[in-house]
């Protein structure tokens, strides 16, 4: 057990706060310090872009995660930013010279913190190896298919399912005529059937309200496709929440549905364009 109090009162971890959005460290920059988080939440994002100007949230770490354990042999640049979500209290040591001394006056102490840091890195390891087998699995399917089409990414979504523990799946896209406004093309409790039930969207975003669902527990992702469209799969459960993890694989495998939509248009533009030139 992580004994937060002894170490705040310790000469050796310094406190601070981090107010909301305010950036602990950003990606590549470099520092040797170890870190618990003592309250609130802390994001791990990594950017999207080359020019630095998206991120996306990797992970949210709560109180007693201990994070940039990789300091404590290695003084590489920092792989991700680290960002508050809201008002966030931390603790930090100097992971060489400042644990060292700190195991020689409290060796006790010293075990407790090494012990809980190797059961965290360890759970996050396993965590690892269920998203990287989901991408697999996933990966696995897509080769089977021989055809980018609408049944096909149907039959994907169907797939998903059984990989990743889901009740049902809904799937939507932007309506080509009206603005604010998404068509459910699929819905996988009807299977293998295509859908055109029109719903409204307010500021362009989809919420469960607007879906007219009560599910309690469910997972939005946005489908990267083109900055003028709007494509959604929206994943649902009826007995267990979605973990962080569990958001982390979904938006993982999304992006390979995203993939798929982005060349099931291309294929369809270019039959248009030959249809046309004929």
């Known amino acids: ?35 618990i988080v003592v309250a609130w939440k802390i994001n791990v994002e990594k950017y999207t872009t080359n020019k630095r100007n998206e991120t996306k949230i990797l992970a949210s770490l709560w109180k007693n995660e201990v994070f940039w354990e990789a300091a404590l042999n290695s003084d590489k640049p920092k792989a991700v930013k680290m960002k508050a979500q809201r008002e966030t209290l931390l603790l930090s040591i100097n992971a060489t010279k400042g644990l060292s001394e700190f195991s020689e006056k409290y060796p006790e102490e010293w075990l407790n913190l090494l012990k809980y840091i190797i059961h965290i890195s360890n759970t996050r390891l396993s965590k690892s190896n269920e998203l990287i087998t989901a991408n697999y699995k996933v990966t696995q399917e897509i080769l089977k298919i021989e055809q980018i089409n609408n049944k096909n990414i149907f039959w994907l979504i169907d797939k ?12 939507l896209e932007n309506n080509p005529v009206l603005e604010k406004y998404l068509v459910i093309k699929y ?41 003028s469209e709007l494509w959604y799969l929206v994943y649902f459960r009826k007995n267990i929440n979605f973990s962080d993890n569990d958001k982390k694989i979904l938006t993982s495998i999304s992006t390979w549905i995203s993939w798929l939509i982005k060349e099931k248009k291309i294929i369809e533009e270019e039959q248009n364009k030959n249809y046309m030139e004929s």
């Open 1 to 35: 057990m992580l004994q937060i109090n002894f170490l705040k009162n310790s000469w050796y971890f310094k406190e601070f706060h981090l107010q909301a959005n305010e950036v602990l460290f950003d990606e590549g920059e470099t520092d040797n310090n170890l870190y």
């Open 160 to 171: 998903l399912e059984e990989i990743i523990n889901i009740d049902y799946t809904l799937f």
């Open 187 to 227: 819905d996988s409790r009807d299977k293998w059937k295509m859908k055109d039930k029109i719903i409204e969207i307010a500021d362009n975003k989809l919420d469960l309200l607007e879906l007219k669902l009560n599910d309690m527990y469910h997972n939005i992702q946005q489908l990267s496709i083109w900055d």
